[in-house]
């Protein structure tokens, strides 16, 4: 019979869940765990300096291993920190624990010191949540939070536990085994059969790849029948890197910030196959209008996405990778020459703008110059606003999990914390960041966490003194009444960054601009790497608000 | 970011639906359900909940306008951890009726 207090049962049950970094931040309702998780010699804890950034340090984490990732906050003020990094992890999928502390039992809903109802709160945000009345629930709690987290579509669990929670005395035979995900649905072989017929009679069919296959590890099947089938492919911002953008079947990302050829690939298709994907309004403009001319396939893990935006001709519920297995050996082999060389006509007569761009102190040139010092290895975060979308036209995806962005919440701040969780969870590859100077502002305390863990991040800070996003909208669609989207103030992030400990290069002073990049990339550490963009570079092409995706402006 | 432009929501049509619900019995299932209907401004004009069996579970009923996003709710909810089943049953059902006695 093993005795142990609540506390230490949970960092036994993290440490055999294979948990090995915790990001988070103590306070008066976490201190029993806080106090057990001192005694463990297996999980590194990560001091965070807000729990927003502990929050997206677990997401970084997370997202490039695809293994649920833990952070701890206190209770009150603690917990609702983390209510954003949450809510982010809900809108892309991503499968993360939340444990935070909460006031005694007996002191619930009396408004206790740094009381909040965080269950309540995060009941919409949580894939699932637990607010745990008693030491025994642990051993189910626990692995249920990470079961649920990694089974299906991945999603954040919030696990609350009481303070007295943590100190009662537990007593239990064994431990319970670390969770393992839920068996995927069963295969759907009759739907599957009807997309291959499907796939085999259409003319021009298109591949629409959403993150759900990057989740469920479907890439290289997705590729596989890409190349069978003939199929021309596009991929939503999630999806980047599950097939390499200079494959010659990839048409790159779709939506409001796509290549126009892309856009007009999708007006022509006769058939749309998406999978894992889930017709987000920024990826398929008017939804009416969106491949007017398609019948398509939908293939989700996720029952509740199909027929939820466009109704499916036919509609398969399962694990992405699996149905792709399936759905292979029934689709014929097809070189589909027409429709393949119709796609190149659109694809050269509509070149994209950020091709042979070469100047590293332009938005487009210095994503191409950082994406030339690198191999496909590197991994790449952005936070939020024009330098994310530049990044996600620009940077050469190649492979699953390389790319790390905030997409369905759209998050300014999630850039460099993702970046540390990613680098903490794989400590050999460069992890760079490119931020903005609005979204670097919003989690710049995490520098100072950044320093002490000495992590191999680069932040990549393309400055336009601006919230650049912001002042684009106001200036193409708000008359150019320009209004609280310019700063007055100019920080020197160079001093920033060198105050936290960081070591920091300008581009704009340096003399081989390229070379300082390129060195500043290979030197093992962190570095904040400073670049002036001018304000008045848009993205572009775009989708106006409201228009269908072939009705884009610029570029 | 950038304002989202929709089509107005379609109003709820006048038919009703009963929701029979089989789910764990603690005291966060009902938060959950209630938030997904209120989310999406979905009037639930009845509701009742009562243990089963052993008191593990509960059966909630509602009383909902027939809607073209039921359908979808519907999936939402069989997706809830702590929902165990969902059945769908004319207005003609008879647990609302019997407790109309009580609403005078
Ligand atoms: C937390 C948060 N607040 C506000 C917004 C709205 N927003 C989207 S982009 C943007 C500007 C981002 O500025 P910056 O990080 O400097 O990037 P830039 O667009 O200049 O590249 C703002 C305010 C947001 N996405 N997230």
Not at chain 1, 317 to 343: H, I, M, Q, T
Not at chain 1, 350 to 379: I, K, S
Not at chain 2, 27 to 32: A, K, L, N
Not at chain 2, 47 to 71: A, N, T, Y
């Amino acid at each position: 019979m093993k005795q142990m207090t609540g506390a230490e049962l949970i960092v036994r049950l993290l440490e055999r869940q294979g948990v090995r970094t915790v990001a988070g931040i103590p306070g008066g309702a976490i201190l029993p765990l806080y106090d057990a998780l001192s005694g463990s010699t297996l999980i590194h804890h990560v001091l965070a300096r807000h729990e927003q950034g502990a929050g997206f340090m677990a997401q970084g984490m997370a997202r490039v291993s695809g293994v649920p990732a833990v952070c701890f906050a206190s209770s009150g003020p603690g917990a609702t920190n983390l209510v954003t990094a949450i809510a982010d992890a809900r809108l892309d999928s991503i499968p993360m624990v939340a444990i935070t502390g909460q006031v005694p039992l007996s002191m619930i809903g009396t408004d206790a010191f740094q009381e909040v109802d965080i269950y309540g709160m995060t009941v919409p945000i949580t894939k699932h949540n637990f607010l745990v009345r008693s030491v025994d629930e642990l051993l189910e709690v626990i692995p249920a939070a990470f079961r649920i987290a990694m089974s299906g579509r991945p999603g954040p669990v919030l696990v609350d536990v009481p303070k007295d929670v943590q100190n009662q005395i537990v007593a239990c035979e064994d431990f319970p085994p670390p969770a393992t995900p839920d068996a995927p649905p069963a295969l759907d072989m009759a739907a599957i059969a009807e997309a291959a017929r499907l796939i085999n009679e259409a003319e021009q069919p298109v591949l629409y790849l959403g993150g759900g296959v990057i989740h469920s590890g479907a890439a290289q099947q997705a590729v596989t029948l890409a190349e069978q089938a003939g199929l021309p492919t596009t991929m939503t911002l999630m999806a980047l890197g599950a097939m390499p953008v200079d494959h010659p079947l990839s048409i790159g990302m779709l939506g409001m910030h796509a290549a126009r050829h892309t856009n007009f690939v999708l007006e022509e298709a006769d058939l749309l196959v998406c999978v894992g994907a889930r017709f987000d309004d920024r990826a398929i403009g008017k939804a009416a209008q969106f491949c007017p001319k398609a019948k398509i396939v939908h293939i989700d893990v996720d029952p509740s996405e199909l027929h939820k935006i466009r109704q499916a001709h036919v509609a398969i519920n399962g694990d992405v990778a699996r149905v792709l297995e399936a759905l292979l050996p029934r689709v014929e082999v097809s070189l589909r020459k027409r429709w393949l060389s119709r796609v190149e006509s659109l694809k050269s007569r509509f070149p994209v703008p950020w091709a042979n761009q070469d100047d590293p102190r332009t938005h487009y040139g210095l994503v191409q110059a950082v994406a030339a010092a690198l191999d496909d290895e590197a991994v790449i975060a952005t936070d939020v606003g024009q330098h994310q979308m530049w990044v996600a036209q620009a940077y050469p995806f190649r492979r699953p999990r390389q790319w790390l962005t905030s997409g369905g919440l759209g998050t300014m701040g999630f850039g460099v914390p993702a970046a540390m969780g990613a680098a903490l969870a794989e400590r050999d590859r460069t992890v760079v960041c490119f931020s903005g100077d609005g979204s670097l502002m919003m989690n710049v305390q995490e520098l100072a966490t950044l320093a002490e863990e000495w992590l191999n991040v680069k932040i990549v800070l393309m400055n336009n003194n601006s919230l650049g996003l912001v002042y684009q909208q106001q200036n193409l669609f708000y008359g150019k009444r320009v209004f609280a989207s310019k700063y007055r103030g100019a920080p020197d992030f160079v001093k920033i960054a060198e105050g936290f400990g960081i070591p920091a290069v300008d581009l704009d002073t340096a003399a081989n601009p390229r070379g300082t990049l390129a060195q500043a990339l290979h030197t093992p550490g962190p570095c904040l790497i400073h670049v002036s963009i001018d304000r008045e570079q848009f993205v572009y092409p775009m989708v106006p608000p409201g228009a269908a995706n072939t009705e884009m402006i610029g570029g | 970011m950038i304002e989202q432009v929709a089509e107005p929501l379609q109003q709820s049509g006048f038919a009703k639906v009963i929701l029979e619900i089989d789910v764990n019995n603690h005291p966060g299932v009902m938060s959950h359900i209630c938030n997904l209907f209120a989310r999406r401004a979905f009037n639930v004009e009845g509701i009742l909940c009562m243990p089963v069996s052993d008191g593990k579970r509960s059966r909630i009923w509602l009383l909902v306008f027939e809607d073209q996003r039921l359908e979808q709710m519907v999936r939402q909810l069989e997706k809830l951890q702590d929902v165990l089943a969902v059945r769908r049953h004319s207005a003609g059902h008879e647990v609302f009726e019997r407790l109309e006695d009580f609403f005078h």
